[in-house]
């Protein structure tokens, strides 16, 4: 499997961007898939998440900004960033978690499939 992310750029704070992955292989169902970031010096966190059947979960930190989507049929998860601020300059990355567990949820996710990050930078 692979997960090919694009979408990432320059904007100014308060502007949108759109990030989208792709994924590639032979999937049958994806229990969930999700955007992490990761800013210099700070661990990878995970920003939104999407299970097969549309359940959304969101960090604190972009809820009512961000939009995570989901098309199955395309296998293609994307994230709509609005309201941008420079503490969101990061490189993201698109994850897939082929099987939640029992005892997972999408919003603790443990990916099995990482894409490679595009930068997202936000200017002030």
């Known amino acids: 499997v692979q997960l090919q992310a694009s979408g990432g750029g320059l904007v100014q704070a308060g502007g949108s961007l759109r990030l989208s992955c792709v994924a590639f292989g032979t999937i049958y169902d994806i229990d969930a898939m999700g955007w992490y970031r990761q800013a210099p010096g700070n661990q990878r966190e995970l920003v939104a998440s999407?299970?097969?059947?549309?359940?959304?979960n969101y960090a604190d930190s972009v809820k009512g900004r961000f939009t995570i989507s989901r098309d199955n049929a395309k296998n293609t998860v994307s994230l709509q960033m609005n309201s941008l601020k420079p503490e969101d300059t990061a490189i993201y990355y698109c994850?897939?978690?082929?099987?939640?567990?029992?005892?997972?949820?999408?919003?603790?996710?443990?990916?099995?499939?990482w894409g490679q990050g595009t930068q997202v930078t936000v200017s002030s």
């Open positions: 994850a897939a978690d082929l099987f939640l567990d029992e005892t997972a949820t999408i919003a603790t996710m443990a990916p099995d499939y």
């Open positions: 999407v299970s097969s059947a549309g359940s959304t």
